[in-house]
């Protein structure tokens, strides 16, 4: 049987391959991240291109070429798809939508929910995407926790977790490990680590106390360019 395949390309890019074919990407800095093993030319268009918030380690500088070729939606906020036109992405090829809605593009619906952090434009979010096959991938932005990750397991019932791990500017270890008790997904990934030198620089800590707190979640510490089935 087909089954989802999801692929870390460095700190908080993802990128989705569904059972149908969908290609969803998430946060896709690419060029000038030291930790994505590609180039932007090597990576398939998406089908779906996710922005969490406009800072420069999610939005990146190639979101015009990965949507050119392409039919690719660009899925975020209205005041970051303002910032998308003026850099060159048309607005035809634009979705705008805010926290608490759902939209449906080509069979997968995405859920935008909120994240506690900061930005220029608009505010910063997250996703729960919900592919073909009902299998669901939160991408919890750049956050802090807030107790309300516990409504996200209530409502939609998380498969996997996109966490970011690495302190400072996000939750750290601590904070990742205890919002699994909240999420309680299937298998979580922690990300937005070692990326940067204030940073965790492994996911050692973040896994030692995730199998204390929530001994039932699968830990899956991808590298870049790795990629795991669901
Ligand atoms: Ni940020
Ligand atoms: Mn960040």
Redesign the pocket.
């Given at each position: 049987m087909m089954k989802n395949k999801i692929r870390s390309l460095g700190?908080?890019a993802f990128e989705i391959t569904t059972t149908k074919g969908t290609r969803i990407l998430i946060d896709p800095w690419i060029t000038g991240n030291p930790a994505c093993p590609f180039k932007v030319g090597e990576l398939d268009q998406p089908d779906l291109l996710l922005v969490s918030h406009d800072?420069h380690?999610?939005y990146g500088s190639d979101i015009p070429n990965l949507l050119n070729k392409g039919q690719g939606t660009l899925i975020c906020q209205p005041e970051v798809a303002a910032k998308a036109q003026k850099d060159g992405v048309p607005a035809a090829k634009i979705i705008t939508m805010n926290i608490g809605g759902t939209v449906e593009v080509k069979g997968v619906k995405v859920t935008m929910t909120q994240a506690v952090h900061s930005s220029a434009s608009g505010t910063p979010c997250g996703y729960i995407v919900t592919l073909e096959d009902g299998k669901t991938v939160y991408h919890a932005g750049?956050t802090g926790i807030f107790a309300s990750m516990k409504l996200f397991a209530e409502i939609y019932g998380i498969d996997v977790a996109l966490l970011?791990i690495g302190g400072v500017?996000?939750m750290d270890p601590l904070q990742a490990a205890a919002a699994l008790t909240l999420l309680q997904p299937k298998t979580v990934i922690p990300m937005?680590y070692r990326t940067f030198p204030v940073l965790e620089q492994t996911a050692d800590k973040f896994i030692a106390l995730a199998k204390e707190k929530a001994p039932q979640v699968e830990i899956k510490a991808l590298q870049p360019g790795e990629a795991m089935e669901f």
């Open positions: 700190h908080a800072h380690d999610h750049d970011p500017f996000v937005h």
